[in-house]
């Protein structure tokens, strides 16, 4: 089972955030029929979006991340809650995969190194906040932390990763890690802080050897006394219906809502998400138009 921890330390100087999001990249793989370098950037936005999510104060609120470079994947995006639950999709599921020389997978190229982050968080209470960033490496997790530092102010470590086996492209692991300085840090924290980062595996690594995340959380954080603000399960989830497809098609006009069918009369949409296809009949569209203009009268 996917989980998040978020921990503190006791001096209030720095906050980590740590995800095993294994299933989750897992099922996104499944779901789009991705190839590995698609997994592997659209899961490092998962990680990253799910840890973002469950950073949210506000119960209803969410946070939607978009990477857009010029690289054959297209855009990269997902969707967390508050609750650290995520989905996304990519521009081309099929997009073709290259190697660095150490055998890992060169998502940079894949995203593209020229282009742009969009950070947009909608707390549900009016005009939702939208951040953006260029990217500077389409590698993800560099262009996070460089989001956080440009358009946040705040000093931020992020580390993503997602182990895919080379032979069959199945997703083995899939991890992150996100480390702020509060406003309490210090010179001395912060140098202490930097010397564990040196030192720290790649979170797939520490997953692969067994490691927990709020072991992982301490190693990053060794020297600190650390304290656990909280630790919860997470999951892939779309939420997706055709309850809601038919509440947004009231706010078409009657003609456009005809418009959606096909010569044989039906309407027929497809999640992004999660690639459920929901089907509407000529009656459907019929009867969701009478109730919409009943609405409108009363």
Do not use: W
């Not at 996104?28 to 950073?55: N, V, Y």
């Not at 996304?88 to 190194?113: D, H, L, Q």
């Not at 490496?137 to 530092?149: F, K």
């Amino acid at each position: 089972m996917d989980k998040i921890i978020r921990c503190i330390t006791s001096d209030g100087a720095i906050m980590a955030a740590a995800i095993d999001a294994s299933d989750i990249v897992f099922t996104a793989k499944k779901l789009h029929h991705l190839s590995k370098s698609a997994t592997a950037a659209l899961g490092r936005l998962l990680c990253a979006t799910s840890i973002m999510g469950a950073m949210l104060k506000q119960s209803n609120a969410t946070v939607n991340l978009r990477v857009m470079g010029d690289g054959e994947l297209g855009p990269v995006i997902a969707v967390g809650d508050s609750k650290g639950n995520v989905k996304g999709y990519v521009g081309n599921a099929n997009c073709p995969t290259e190697f660095y020389s150490n055998g890992k997978i060169n998502v940079a190229k894949a995203v593209g190194r020229n282009g742009v982050l969009n950070v947009m968080r909608d707390y549900g209470t009016g005009e939702p906040y939208i951040g953006q960033v260029e990217l500077v490496s389409g590698e993800i997790a560099e262009d996070l932390t460089n989001y956080y530092a440009t358009s946040e102010q705040t000093p931020t470590v992020c580390a993503l990763g997602v182990l895919i086996n080379k032979e069959d492209g199945e997703v083995m692991l899939a991890g992150g890690l996100l480390i702020q300085l509060l406003p309490g840090a210090d010179d001395s924290t912060i140098e202490k802080l930097e010397k564990n980062i040196e030192k720290l595996d790649p979170v797939t690594t520490m997953l692969a050897k067994g490691m927990s995340i709020l072991d992982i959380c301490k190693t990053a954080l060794e020297g600190f006394e650390v304290e656990v603000l909280d630790e919860f399960p997470v999951h892939y989830a779309c939420g997706c219906s055709k309850e809601k497809l038919e509440r947004y098609f009231c706010t078409l006009s009657d003609e456009d809502v005809r418009s959606l069918a096909d010569e044989s009369g039906t309407a027929t949409a497809t999640c992004h998400f999660c690639n459920k296809r929901y089907v509407f009949t000529k009656d459907d569209l019929e009867r969701i138009i009478r109730e919409k203009n009943q609405s409108s009268e009363n």
